[in-house]
């Protein structure tokens, strides 16, 4: 379990008292600190409405208002274009976003050359995808035949990514009988996937317009010197596809790579992959290369759980660079129930989720049945909604079994009788919010047999409240002491637990404090913010952007990206800063960051390159300081 | 719940819907037999290995023959004083969480009661025998990964990759400290062996879904299909009823026209000849208008201008045009056909030869069928309309459209308008030298055309370029539409 502390790099340089009170400095100063550029990569994610992760990655963003962010976005159907952006903050200076729903180049005709070298690309892809692995994954084996094979994968990747940013759009090509028979041989092959060897042409076709779509990002036209090429860091919020524009960045502009994953898109695949064998072998083996890739070529990995980390490294990734990042949760609405654990009724467990049934409620009825004999007075609530039509069938299901077991039960003859056992919902009259539904228990119960991240238990572990759970998924690693654990499918076990918590005040209330403090400080955004905020220090400290500023002769400019262009926040005298201003938002607005953060002198025409080699092919970048005088650069484009 | 849902993160625990709530109850009182119960063997296997024993053991042992198992101690055999398994992570144990275990003889809440999941109808022949009989449930202790692989048997006959394996076994909630149990590290050297393990000897194929068939959007084209004919018809009549009115024929013409254009849309728009989206082609449609017609007024105005004329109107030559329009149908009719057996045929063959040697012949029979189809309707226009046989050039014409709306229909749009292109600049040209022939000093610019309509009549332009350029793209469909690519169906984007 990754228990890092939190990596603050904060230092408060405190005034003496014997200064006077003029003179004090700021407060606090950031030791260290450097202004970053980050690309982050999203796919069907964060600046739209209804992405995945959005209020992941809008707190991150809002978190680090001391860097610049240019957001890059794939949206995954028609629909989420449509219903538009979450408001962005304002050191967002660009959002760039291309759909991956529909192939935008259907009209691109490549010429004999091009259709030579894509014709070789992907067979050269097809066959490291077709080729069957002599032992293990490549992280068990890590030998030389992975490696190679890794290499053949990354190489043709990129021999396709070099062809589409020459010759345009790949969507008619990699759709085209060219591509199908390319795959056809692949399979054919000796020494291929023994499942692949049986594809017919459906299962070709089938398998060549999942590529198309999986290598969409490949024909964007993200990775100009003015896009992906001027960022510092790329940081992809999931991995996958989302992690391959980031993959091409580094591989034209030697970008260092970052990738979060929260879920594991390839075992994500695995689950929801269909269709016959020799298809589902395929694209299998490609997801898998295309994950072993993202994962050699990242510079850093950030899995959000042990879970993820584990299948991090099962696919190779190198232990040193993986650095778990748990999620960070708003503990802000958590804090009036979590400073008062003494509110709850001491005979009341809580269950708060989602009602589905992987979260094993007959289990938790069962269970409660035993606590009803040996603590007679104790109640069950079951706060949370059906998930789907599944979910609904399985709450009847619940509710007619605890129907069964639990008598209707009153106080005296006189008193309305009450079922021990209630069903309730968020926004009820007995439970306005979610916090509240924390607050009535005593006891928090989670008995899943499925459990990714519980993000209930976090919860409860924010509102101090003592928890009970199944062994499963990532709950030992969130709960870490301060609660008790069970076996999943064990009503008798968890019988018992309950029973010795609801027996046990002091233990209650020693576990809440201890769950308490254990949440705030893993789980909260601001230890997310950080650490993200340490990493890409870190990552951009080791793996600097070479950036080689060229003069109009080609010839190399020294110091034409000088350090000065890192410091945060502004460092020139204070009578410039009106000239830079408006320079600075044409560059900002214009997308040319290297104008920004350049000194006077190197302010001409200037020509950036990656490589000295490629120098001449890259056409000269219009001056941007055309008007005025030539101002001191490292305003920051605000 | 709200936050549930919008961090995103509960992705992580979802993919839920892989487990029916049946289905999961199902497993878990397979678990309490073939699992618990062989464990609860393999714990004590010393004396309480007999059956009176067995019995006696209380409910409350098996959590905690399982704890001491899950935690991966190795001394196993202690389950009965194996501390209870809620203490094991409590940071300060406290006196009172050693709770009694004294299992409740009345316990009818038994988490896993072996006797009464038995008979429960998944349960395969050898678990049952695990569960019921004693050497079985001694056999089931040896090889705990063989029932494991059986619950699981689908997702192993299943998978194509140990991942796979994995990852359906995490889903089902087997965890490392789960696969500890059956002697492995983590879920994935389990799923490992159970990959390795499924037998694939001898296997058969498993039976394929089949292919989907062709996009219909609904039924209605093909009926739809006969809509440019029968406007074509109707507009053909009008013009004979009215004749003798020369502004009423001209506006029930034109907009007889009008209406078979848009019938011709309509037609097209949906069915097998629909055009992929992306590939609206303005100059197409064009072209496509000249060539229709040439055939309708082309001939007339060729004889007559290599007599000198035009002396007045000319004859208008109506029975083609309806032919072609009333072929639209067969044409769309053909077209479907030729989808449905070539996607059969996808299904059936094995590799992209194959499948072009097999759809070539079927590419050239429906192509005779429309043929005959035109050929019949064409000679049946003449005669109900009373005008001259010689539809040689109406047919050359029609085989030229289906061939460039079948070539456009499945993703090769280039070609088609090109030749289309070619062809009516071609018969565009026939025409301006026969009129610029009459200019001092230029009377040889028409010659040709004068040659070919002296040896066959002025029908023979249209034969022979649509002919040519039917011919051409003839030979490009017999290369192209035995791709099996244009035979793909179109990505479901959504």
Redesign the interface.
Known sequence: MDNRPSRHRLVRIRSSRCEPPGERRLPKREIGGARVRIGLLTEG?YPYVS??????CDRLVRGLERHELDVYALSR?ERQEDEGWIPLPSHVRRVRTAPL???ED??V?HGRRARRRFAEAYGELAAAVCTARAG??AGEAAGGGSEAEADRFGNALYALAELARDEGGLAGAL???V???AL?RAC?APGG???AR?A???D??TV??HL??ALRPLSLDWYEDDGLGSVDLCHAAAGGTAALPGLLARHFHEVPLLVTE??VP???H????S???PV??LL??FH?HLTVEVYRQATCLTP??T?AR?WQE?CGADRTKIRTVY?G??ASRFAEVGEAPECSDPHTLVW???I???K?L??LL?AF??IR?AEPKARLRIV??AA?G?GA??LG?CKTLAAQLFPDEADGVHAVGDNPVSFE??GDPAVPD?AEAYAAGAVVVLS?????????LV?AMFCGRPT?ST????V?EV???????????????LA??C??LL??PE?RA??GA?ARSRALELFTVEQNVAAFRGIYLEVVSRAPVRKLVLDDTGEPLPFGAPAESRVPGRWTESRLVTGSLGVAGVAGVAGLGLVTGRPRWALGEPVRATTPARATGVPPVPPATATGEPVPAGEGAR | MSELRLDGLDELDGLDELDEPDELDGAGGLDGVGLEGALGARASRGPASSPGVKALRGPADEPAAEASAGSGAGPASGGKLAPPPTATLDPAPDPTATLDPAPDPTAELDPAPPESAAPSPKVGGESLAAATSKPALRRGAVDPVKALMHRHRELCERAVDPLEIAAGLEAHGVTDRTAARFRHRDVFSLAEEMYARVPRDGETPPERDPVPGAPGAGRGWAVLALLPGALCAAAVAGVRLVEGQPRVVAAVAAIGALAVTLGLRVALGRGPLRAPSGTRSRTRAWWTCWLIAYALLGDGLLAAGLDDGPHGRWPLAAAPVLGLALACAPAIWCAHLLSVRARRKLAASRGLAEFADSVRPLLLGVFVLYMCALAALLALCGALLDEPAAHAGAGALGALLLFARLLTAHGSAHAPAVVLCTASLTEAFALVTVFASRLPGYSFLAVPVETVVAAWGPGAVPTLVCGTAALVLLVHATRTLTRASAHALPSEDT
């Open positions: 994610g992405g995945d992760a959005r209020l992941w159907s729903w529909r192939a259907g009209g005709a293990g994954l759709r085209s009988e591509a199908v028979r056809e054919r996937l023994r499942a049986e017919r042409v459906p070709l076709l060549a317009a198309e779509r929260y879920g390839l075992r994500a695995y689950l929801g992959a269709g016959d064998a589902r072998a299998a083996a898998r959000g759980n879970h584990r099962r999620p949760m708003d708060v989720g989602r589905e049934p992987t094993d007959i289990s069962h049945a035993e004999r949370g909604a789907g599944e069938a399985y299901h919902e968020i979610l899943s047999v499925v459990e990714g991240f519980p993000i209930s919860e009970v062994d499963v998924g990532a030992v709960i870490g002491g301060t609660g008790l654990v069970v076996p999943p499918r064990n009503p008798r076990a018992e637990a029973v010795a027996r046990a233990r020693r576990l201890a």
